[in-house]
């Protein structure tokens, strides 16, 4: 190393030996997200290690990731200035974390923290009580303030009888309400290669999972298919047996079959979802009671932060099957005689349970604004602990509570007053309204009355979802800082005067308000459990990307055509798809007809059965959606199946100039002004034969500065 070369700029010259593009350099960027694959850090471990002179082991990287961070290493006291003694020096162990770690100096731990701790959500689905089966269903109903409690559907009530439960055990009736899901007996086993036999086994919780989990892959724009062999996280948060009961119930024990096991195992809830989409990545199911699906989230974002994984999907689920988790928490006390959550009332006697799945895929920030994705909502910190030895095992602990947002907000390097939301627990319950309510108050004291912390709870419209609550608050509130709007709290009428709300800079939104203005929307979610364990998310709106002025790949230009491709595994679901198609080109105004397409055909997996539409602007699309469904033949609509799905190249698309007579100035000329990704490759190619050639390659190509003679000459 030259003695006027200062560390950082050694470090830069070595890793941009293996950069493809040198403008990808950051020396705050870890250098995975620079583009280094393994064997190029592994390299890089030799380059550094013969440029400094010191042996560096594999694990260097996971705790020193980006320039910055390996610049410090290598000018601490630890490297001695005797060359020789370097030599000998032990290897780094990533093990050896400093005794002690506190939130003073929690940004001093390297992997990810500080600047490239954010995480990306970019992608949702959800299933809930009233009907509810998409993001934008859940939002209508939010802001309409819709209570989607019903009485228990005459169904539920056979499905009990039928197994020998009375109307009253043990002088107990079971509760009268809930929130449920519609057709959860109805699933497409053969779309995901599950034979019906395995499908009768399959605890329905599993199927909605698979389900919701291949919808917000498509809300992402990402094909499942796609995904197979990468290093995918599957965290799902699951509580509930009662298809088991319901199973044992109905069957003799020697009559269980192969697939009884795997069906109903809490722990195959995820690895189902991992081995059916063929992610590598960790893969874990989650049970903290009610704070499950939020302490996935958690464990998401923390495999993310340490590279454990690229990509995460975080889940929650929960079914209501079977009578005894109702009839225990009504003996209980838990579960309110008039089937409503009604958080922070005087009335409030407990909650009502409810059914639902949730699903959001993570990403680091860095990295889904790097690709370009759609970023729906931004986690900045995320915390989860234990109540300890409280008053008892599912009775709330204040301080517990009040130490688990006070630290999610110190790994969010957020203050009390730089949040405008909380999307409370908010059960409903006697004991633990005023308990939340107190640690709220412990930490966001500094609030005051002409900027009060708005506080609410979904589950006055959902009821509980018990292991889903968390991710149903989590995709709440995600959607209010899209449309700029809280929902309004339901059934808080009288407030409880168990709570000091007259000392209190809160507010409970009555009726829907606008999202508090003067600041960015940050938000809380809180998600308590009855196993003691508490969970806390701090939530961020989405980077505005405007400013940034991407790129687009597709837009509505005049006179430009667009292909709408479709594709089912059977000709019932590909009518289905193109109905669902026709709905969302007349009513959705945020994405071009360009857009639109382009992500049909990459964010989308294809399938034996398919059909195209032709148009210019989403209208002509629309159209050409009514056209297909009535089964008109028309020029713009083309109907067709591939007998076998061809197997995808590892290359995509690729494009040859032989420069062997086919060749004329100006090909590719308007491919290389409209799309980005064949301009780098161009370019890229122009940069590598740079010095090889007289003239530039793309000068040659496209005729620049009357050049055009030279294209001819082999």
Not at 25 to 48: Q, T
Not at 208 to 235: M, R, Y
Request: net charge negative; glycine share 8%; hydrophobic share 35%.
């Amino acid at each position: 190393m030259s003695g006027k070369q200062s560390i950082l700029s050694v470090i830069e010259e070595c890793i941009c030996l293996l950069l493809h593009d040198k403008n990808d350099y950051a020396s705050d960027l870890p250098i995975a997200s620079m583009g280094l694959e393994s064997m190029d850090i592994i390299e890089l471990r030799s380059i550094l290690s013969r440029r400094f002179n010191i042996e560096i082991d594999s694990t260097f990287f996971f705790r020193y990731n980006t320039p910055e961070a390996m610049a410090r290493y290598f000018k601490s006291e630890s490297i001695s200035n005797d060359t020789e003694n370097s030599k000998t020096r032990p290897n780094v162990d990533i093990r050896n974390e400093p005794k002690g770690l506190t939130t003073k100096n929690i940004d001093e731990r390297e992997p990810f923290y500080s600047a490239h701790k954010l995480t990306a959500i970019i992608g949702m689905s959800c299933r809930l009580p009233g009907g509810i089966k998409s993001p934008s269903d859940y939002w209508n109903a939010l802001r309409n303030g819709n209570d989607s409690i019903t009485p228990i559907p005459q169904a539920r009530k056979a499905l009990n009888k039928t197994f020998g439960l009375t109307e009253n055990p043990g002088n107990i009736s079971p509760p009268a309400y809930g929130g449920f899901l519609d057709d959860i007996d109805r699933f497409d086993p053969g779309f995901f290669n599950i034979s019906p036999k395995e499908a009768v086994s399959l605890d329905p919780q599993q199927r909605i999972l698979l389900e919701l989990s291949w919808e917000a892959f498509e809300n992402a724009g990402l094909a499942p298919d796609s995904l197979a062999g990468s290093n995918t996280g599957v965290f799902a948060g699951v509580f509930t047996h009662d298809y088991e009961i319901l199973s044992l119930k109905q069957n003799e024990i020697n009559n269980c079959d192969i697939y009884y096991g795997t069906g109903n195992s809490a722990s195959t809830a995820a690895g189902r979802l991992s081995y059916t989409f063929g992610f590598n990545g960790p893969c874990l199911s989650v049970d903290t009671a009610c704070s499950s699906s939020l302490t996935a989230v958690h464990l998401a974002c923390q495999s993310l932060l340490t590279g454990e994984c690229d990509l995460s999907l975080a889940c929650g689920v929960n079914l209501i099957l079977s009578e005894e988790l109702n009839i225990s928490f009504s003996k209980a006390g838990m579960l309110s005689p008039e089937g409503r959550c009604k958080t922070f009332d005087a009335s409030a006697n407990g909650y009502v349970r409810s059914e639902g799945c949730g699903v959001i895929l993570l990403k680091p920030l860095i990295n889904a604004v790097k690709d370009n994705d759609h970023i729906l909502g931004v986690i900045r910190g995320t915390s989860i602990n234990h109540d300890g030895a409280s008053n008892g095992l599912t009775a709330p602990n204040v301080l517990s509570q009040e130490a688990v947002i006070g630290k999610a907000l110190t790994i969010a390097e957020l203050g009390p007053e730089e949040i405008s939301y909380i999307e409370s627990h908010g059960t409903g319950t006697p004991l633990g309204d005023p308990v939340e309510i107190k640690a709220l108050a412990n930490v966001f004291y500094k609030k005051n009355k002409e900027s009060p912390l708005v506080v609410g709870s979904v589950k006055t419209n959902i009821g509980h979802l018990e292991a889903a609550a968390g991710i149903a608050g989590l995709i709440k509130v995600v959607l209010s800082m899209q449309h700029d709007r809280i929902p309004p709290h339901l059934h808080f009428k009288t407030p409880n005067p168990h709570i000091p709300w007259d000392t209190l800079p809160f507010q409970v939104p009555s009726e829907t308000m606008p999202w508090p203005e003067g600041r960015k929307k940050r938000a809380g979610v809180s998600s308590f459990g009855f196993s003691g364990t508490n969970a806390h998310v701090i939530l961020e709106e989405a980077p505005d990307r405007a400013a940034e002025e991407p790129e687009k790949s597709g837009g509505d230009k005049e006179g430009e055509l667009y292909m709408l491709p479709l594709s089912a595994k059977s000709i019932e679901a590909l009518n289905e798809l193109a109905v669902r198609y026709g709905e969302f080109l007349r009513e959705n105004r945020e994405f071009s007809a360009g857009d639109i397409c382009r992500t049909a055909g990459t964010g989308r997996s294809h399938f034996r059965y398919r059909a195209a539409v032709i148009g210019g602007t989403k209208e002509e699309l629309a159209k050409g959606m009514e056209h297909y469904i009535s089964g008109e033949s028309v020029k713009v609509v083309k109907r067709g199946s591939s007998e076998s799905v061809t197997v995808k190249s590892d290359r995509g698309v690729v494009f040859l100039f032989t420069g062997q007579g086919s060749q004329y100035v100006g090909m590719g000329r308007e491919l290389y002004e409209r799309e980005a990704v064949f301009r780098l490759a161009m370019e890229r190619c122009n940069d590598i034969l740079r010095d090889y050639l007289k003239e530039p390659l793309l000068e040659v190509i496209y005729g620049k500065d009357g050049r055009v003679r030279l294209l001819d000459e082999t």
